[in-house]
């Protein structure tokens, strides 16, 4: 028999780091917090990929559209003002990071008030993924 672990078990994409706690450092992706509500992917798009090329789509119902993901409140479908951003390159995350963070999004005057929080992304590890998940939902009877 064969022991180790299956070929391909955990998914794990070039560049990701194991984290202490288990989680995957994506090094290509940065996690953005503070994005305007009103702020457009085009715009996302265009400021984030002003330092280095943001990664396109592999996927087929958006080929070749940057690889950006916005978080969106689960009751209202708004913007919550936070995503991920992938780049072609770890080195330009890290530079995202120097660069963006601490700063007002958009061009000059376009969001005063904004100011970005720019992270390396973290994903859960696939093992404790099914631990505590899901949560929420129906209320009791009464």
């Known amino acids: 028999g064969r022991g180790g672990k299956a070929a391909g078990a955990g998914g794990g994409s070039r560049g990701d780091k194991t ?4 989680s995957l450092s994506w090094e290509n992706t940065i996690y953005v917090q503070g994005l305007p509500a009103s702020a457009r992917m085009h715009e ?8 280095g090329p943001i ?21 209202t479908g708004q913007p919550k003002g936070d995503g991920t ?5 770890p080195s330009t995350a890290r530079a995202a990071i120097d660069w963006f963070s601490g700063k007002p999004f958009g061009p000059p005057g376009a969001y005063p008030t904004s100011s970005l929080t ?8 696939a093992n404790r993924f ?12 009464g």
Not at 44 to 51: M, N, P, R, V, W
Not at 55 to 75: A, C, F, M, V
């Open 19 to 22: 984290l202490e706690d288990g």
């Open 44 to 51: 996302i798009a265009e400021f984030f990929g002003g330092i």
């Open 55 to 75: 990664k396109k789509s592999k996927k087929s119902h958006n080929q070749g559209e940057p690889t950006i993901h916005l978080y969106k409140d689960k009751r």
């Open 85 to 89: 951003i992938s780049y072609e390159e």
């Open 118 to 125: 720019v992270t390396i992304a973290t994903r859960p590890d």
């Open 130 to 141: 099914g631990k505590g998940g899901g949560g929420g939902g129906g209320g009791g009877s």
